[in-house]
């Protein structure tokens, strides 16, 4: 009798990025039990993050990160559209989706009680994680911290917010790439399961690196669970050392000019 594979649930935003994650997963024999989306946006905005990061950075930072946002979509809105969809074909990607079963939740946290309630429910073996929002302690104990998370950057030398950006910005291309690892209790520290970098396209601007990178991470977090299916223990570079440096968070305006500046076969 062929071994039962892993009862896997997801924990994603809502939105076309994260069902490609989905459908990679679905694709590569994933045995998805659960989809949890969350979703904190009113209006388009996470007022609660721009709360949060106002208090952390200051107000006057939080504007010029705004400013420099706009200034970035004035530029690269049309090109970067272009290539979005060239990433994220829905026709494709729904027809994937659905051929398979599965449950769905929809929360703003996924800690709240209903939630965890939910998870418990379906008696998960194993959690993947796609998600800008915090996966808490007593989620993770679900599963007894196994929990797969991602990153679309090389870890830990970029985590937080525009990895690719960051890494072009400091003069080291050749650290844009993505991760996946166990996730810990730490912003992008856990222990690497998988990890590649990406060479820059004619084209590229850091935001196509980044959903490339997540297609990547996808694609190692469904290898990573075949290995578990198959009885095999995934190789975990430890991560013993982390740089508080390494936590970027989103360029201003003056940075924004001063990569636009050193970037090469990018936008």
């Known amino acids: ?113 209903e939630t965890i309630a939910w998870i418990k429910s379906l008696k998960p073996d194993l959690l993947v994680v796609h998600t800008g929002y915090w996966v808490g302690k007593k989620v993770r104990d679900i599963v007894e911290g196994k929990v797969i998370g991602g990153h679309p950057g090389i870890t830990p030398d970029y985590r937080g917010v525009h990895s690719p950006f960051w890494a072009i910005y400091n003069n080291e291309p050749e650290k844009v790439g993505y991760t996946a690892f166990w996730l810990d209790s730490g912003v992008d520290t856990g222990d690497i399961l998988h990890q590649d970098t990406i060479k820059a396209e004619k084209g590229d601007s850091f935001f196509t690196l980044s959903w490339k990178g997540m297609v990547g991470i996808a694609k190692g977090q469904a290898k990573i669970i075949n290995q578990l299916d198959n009885g095999e223990e995934p190789f975990a570079r430890k991560i013993t050392e982390v740089d508080e440096k390494t936590n970027y968070t989103h360029p201003t305006i003056f940075q924004y000019l001063e990569y636009k500046r050193k970037q090469n076969k990018v936008r």
């Open 1 to 113: 009798m062929d071994k039962e594979k892993l009862r896997v649930v997801c924990l994603f935003g809502t939105g076309i990025i994260f069902d490609k994650t989905l459908s990679i997963l679905l694709e590569n024999n994933v045995n998805v039990v659960g989809v949890c989306n969350a979703n904190k946006h009113k209006k388009g905005v996470d007022f609660s993050y721009l709360k949060i990061a106002g208090k952390k950075y200051g107000w006057g930072q939080l504007f010029l990160q705004i400013i420099g946002r706009i200034y970035y979509r004035i530029l690269n809105r049309k090109k970067d559209i272009e290539i979005f969809n060239q990433i994220y074909n829905k026709q494709e990607i729904d027809s994937v989706i659905k051929q398979y079963n599965f449950e769905t939740f929809a929360t703003e946290n996924y800690g709240s009680p």
